[in-house]
């Protein structure tokens, strides 16, 4: 095989006067290996843990008969929710997890608001 001339100003790499690609645009395979998550977080995922959430919060929150018990009821549940989606997050499918924490601070959200409208209107702390 004999050696063609390259174009003008372009020298062959390995030849003096060539420089090493910068590495913005890869040629070939990445000199690592990429790591690809096992459970990535999906809609389906937040979605279903959300529902999951929802529901166990709504059946602790019917065992109350007032506005105080419902209030610690759903104190309780929302940090047993939690306990789980600290579990999920760390072992288990992560999007489920994050369903399941943005639907507890909700109904927590939803919680502290009754709460409050009963502090208001009664002018008594309902809690204790």
């Not at 390259?6 to 790591?35: D, I, M, Q, V």
């Not at 937040?46 to 709504?58: I, M, R």
């Not at 109350?64 to 072992?91: I, Q």
Request: aromatic share 10%; no cysteine.
């Amino acid at each position: 095989m004999t050696w063609q001339p390259g174009l003008p100003g372009h020298p062959e790499p390995g030849h003096p006067g060539s420089h090493a690609p910068s590495g913005l645009f890869p040629s070939g395979p990445p000199s690592r290996p990429t790591w690809r998550e096992p459970h990535p977080v999906t809609g389906a995922g937040v979605a279903s843990g959300g529902a999951l959430a929802a529901a166990w919060l709504v059946l602790f929150g019917l065992l109350g008969d007032d506005v105080p018990s419902y209030a610690w009821w759903t104190l309780l549940a929302g940090g047993l929710a939690w306990l789980a989606a600290l579990a999920l997050a760390r072992f288990g499918d992560r999007g489920v997890a994050t369903g399941v924490a943005i639907v507890t601070a909700g109904g927590w959200s939803i919680a502290a608001a009754v709460v409050a409208v009963r502090w208001a209107t009664v002018a008594d702390w309902p809690l204790w």
